[in-house]
């Protein structure tokens, strides 16, 4: 095996996406030198700059690992697809582009749970560094500043234009079924209806590739490395390199200070447990000498599920006109010329976050509403005018794992969500269900459905839990494989500041390190992690804001 032996920057950091970017253009900017090792290729083209064409990226291997869960028990044996990205930006550069933070409560609830220092008046700081917030108005100048909200980050967070009508109409089904009206659901308000917002900038996916690591390299302390990460390379229990496959030939990456992995909540458990970090009776089962028995590692994954529930419209103003080639060799023949058109957007300009019961102190329901009747992934469109908003819960009780299929680090990793496995799950689900349809059957969107395609057929429990076996499907949002905690917490496998127990040298920062799922998509999250992390390895921290949140006063003895 040909060998580096001498450090080749102070920080290696296995993955470009959401969080390791972050780290790399913070770690640079503090004077460090720093290497990111990247499995993917090049984020050009069109397929990923454009917003509009947000389905095909994540169905490419070109930029995705394409990893695929084991049969699902409690959903019909189904096989649910992990979508990750493999390319720079990593997931960031194939998701739906849509940001949300989190409610506060979610992370009081990590510190809560062992992550000290990670409450919401200790995250706040990093969220607003991290962004540029282009206000309510969503595309232009914010001449409404908000104390929650960053004005000089490189994220650039923007709302759409909401031309369809559609999208003031679900808000507005929101409103008259009982709902408020939020102005900001990432600011001072989560609960309500009102605009989504996205990493979108200038009619572009402004991906963690695009606002953090792009600048990064623009300094000669910051380079890129395409290789694929095998393990991570000890000296007794010190980090000291990163081993790789790179062009045909294994090399070990040597790291002057830390070795740094954010390779995504499957891939990271899976360098962990090929390093010999995790449960020791699942090494020795696979043949892996046991460095550091940590049998977190790889346990506590969850995510969101979601259906879509579609309706036919009455009126012919839905994405449907667009659904052909040659209208969408337009949208796209358009963006290349001007960064505008349909294409400049993701869609998803409508939101909602509703709590399911009384009794229930935050949303554990979210809503993405879109103008169109058709699959996340582009397929199986219904070929005729209509829309959908994609529902389900935010805060599962299951509790899945990724272990490893073999030694082989080629070797996908086997993954279960063990989804719908409590009963509390089914539960909150079919209050889902029947609540979208309350909100349908508004007069605001009312006058625009024609019928329901589906759930369709009757409201029974057993009707809704059979199509949610056959229907549900993963909203992309799997973390919690490596999750924060007390360094005496068996089950913890990073401390407060992202250091992984057990062994030196080495930290883990992205959505696995997440306690618990936060509520909405996981992109910012991801990202702060990323920011806040970057300060611990600099023994820095911002100083905590004080905001609270606004919450409905009567959450325990009403559902709105």
């Known amino acids: 095996m040909s060998q580096i032996r001498t450090p080749v920057a102070d920080y290696v950091i296995v993955g470009s996406g959401s969080a390791g970017s972050a780290m790399a253009y913070r770690l640079v900017e503090a004077g460090c030198s720093v290497l990111v090792i990247e499995a993917g290729g090049s984020d050009i083209g069109p397929f990923i700059q454009m917003p509009g064409a947000l389905s095909y990226p994540m169905n490419m291997r070109r930029y995705d690992w394409g990893y695929t869960s084991e049969p699902e028990p409690h959903l019909n044996n189904r096989r649910i697809a992990v979508p990750r990205g493999r390319v720079i930006g990593g997931s960031s550069s194939i998701n739906g582009m849509v940001f949300v933070r989190g409610h506060a409560r979610d992370f009081d609830t990590w510190a809560e749970m062992g992550a000290e220092g990670w409450a919401y008046a200790d995250v706040l700081p990093y969220f607003k560094r991290m962004e540029t917030w282009h206000g309510e108005n969503g595309h232009g100048e914010n001449d409404r500043p908000s104390p929650y909200r960053g004005s000089s980050g490189p994220m650039h967070i923007t709302r759409g234009p909401r031309w369809n009508p559609l999208f ?210 582009g397929k199986a469109a219904v070929n005729r005018h209509g829309f959908q908003a994609h529902v389900g819960p935010m805060r599962a009780k299951a509790r899945g794992t990724v272990r490893l299929r073999s030694a082989d680090p080629a070797a996908a990793p086997e993954i279960r969500f063990n989804a719908m496995s409590e009963e509390d799950d089914w539960l909150t689900f079919r209050r889902a269900l029947r609540l979208t349809r309350e909100i349908f059957a508004q007069p605001a969107l009312a006058e625009y459905v024609a019928e329901e395609i589906q759930p369709g057929g009757g409201d029974s429990d057993a009707e809704l839990d059979a199509f949610i076996r056959e229907h549900a499907e993963s909203a992309y949002h799997p973390c919690g494989t490596a999750r924060m905690g007390r360094r005496d917490d068996p089950m913890a496998v990073v401390d407060s500041e992202a250091r992984v127990i057990g062994v030196e040298g080495l930290r883990l920062a992205d959505s696995s390190v997440f306690p618990q799922i936060t509520n909405g998509n996981l992109n910012g999250p991801s990202i702060m992690v990323g920011e806040k992390t970057a300060d611990a390895i600099l023994g820095r921290r911002l100083p905590p804001e004080n905001l609270p949140p606004q919450m409905p006063g009567n959450w325990r003895e009403a559902q709105r």
């Open 168 to 377: 003031a109409a679900f808000v507005e089904a929101g409103r008259q079924a009982g709902y408020p009206v939020t102005e900001d659901y990432n600011g001072a308000a989560q609960e309500g209806f009102g605009a989504m917002e996205a990493t979108i900038w200038k009619g572009r996916r402004w991906s963690t590739a695009n606002a953090y690591l792009r600048p990064a390299l623009k300094n000669p302390k910051c380079r890129l490395m395409r290789a694929q990460a095998r393990r991570v390379v000890f000296e007794g229990k010190r980090a000291v390199g990163v081993e790789v496959e790179r062009r045909g030939r294994t090399e070990v990456i040597r790291a002057g200070r830390e070795v740094i992995l954010a390779a995504s909540s499957i891939n990271s458990p899976k360098l962990l447990m090929l390093s010999g970090i995790g449960p020791a009776q699942h090494l020795a089962e696979m043949g892996l000498p046991v460095l550091a028995d940590r049998p977190g590692v790889g346990s506590n994954l969850q995510d969101h599920l979601e259906v879509y529930v579609q309706y036919a419209s009455t009126r012919p103003v839905t994405l449907y006109r667009y659904w052909n080639l040659f209208s969408k060799a337009m949208i796209g023949a358009r963006w290349l010329l001007t960064g505008g058109g349909i294409g400049a957007s993701n869609q998803f300009e409508s939101a909602g976050f509703i709590r399911s019961a009384a009794g229930i102190e935050y949303p554990d329901i979210q809503y993405h509403f879109l103008p169109l009747a058709v699959r996340y992934d």
